[in-house]
């Protein structure tokens, strides 16, 4: 895969939406991060989509905390909190204010910057820990917008006609305690970012998005 030529980014209304219907759209577009004269290109391929009041999963399943209240504002922001006292993990915040949802993005290939030496090659990030730190997310970056504006922020495109020739696969989410069974982990099939399943499901449990 070549770099894209980026067409128009998504618009508020994209995120306006259930979050499984983000997530799946989100799988084979482009996010940029943009601050200043930097740009940094990724290519989107796992994503696992986290509702509100009605997932025991979610962070925001018992109404809003300091740290989920973004959750309950306006789509299309960003969500950042930190895992296991070492790890970000990225969420967009999905569905109009007052209903609270995200999508979790967990993998991407990063196109650039290229790391040096890597010349054109992408690089995988797999694992939403992995992701947050070739992208630079850090908790700093807890509500940026994902719709353009000034200064630091986000913007994801669609993906161009011929760009993904993988399919969109669907499957239980991963590492979690409550809601094991929800179909809501999206991926692009035999990517080499996706993650890789746990042998065993009981490990390494975690409350996500």
């Known amino acids: 895969m070549t770099r894209a030529n980026l067409s128009k980014p998504v618009d508020r209304s ?12 989100l799988v084979g577009s482009w996010l940029v991060v943009h601050d200043g004269p930097r740009k940094t290109l990724a290519f989107i391929v796992e994503t696992e989509a986290y509702g509100g009041r009605n997932d025991p999963a979610s962070h925001a399943f018992r109404g809003p905390t300091k740290r989920s209240e973004i959750m309950f504002g306006p789509a299309g922001f960003l ?4 895992i296991y006292g070492m790890h970000w993990c990225m969420n967009i915040v999905t569905e109009p204010s007052g209903t609270a949802s995200a999508v979790l993005l967990r993998a991407a290939e990063l196109y650039a910057p290229a790391p040096c030496g890597a010349g054109d090659e992408s690089v995988a990030l797999r694992g939403p820990g992995n992701l947050t730190r070739g992208l630079g997310i850090t908790g700093a970056d ?18 161009g006609p011929g760009l993904n020739d993988l399919a969109t696969g669907q499957s239980k989410r991963i590492g979690i305690t409550h809601e094991r069974d929800r179909p809501s982990r999206y991926f692009l099939v035999g990517h080499r970012a996706v993650s890789k399943l746990p042998a065993d499901p009981d490990r390494n449990r975690k409350s996500s998005g």
């Open 14 to 25: 994209f995120f306006e939406r259930p979050p499984d219907a983000v997530a799946v759209d």
């Open 79 to 82: 969500y950042v909190y930190l």
């Open 142 to 159: 807890n509500g940026l917008d994902c719709c353009g504006g000034e200064g630091r922020h986000l913007t994801i495109h669609p993906p």
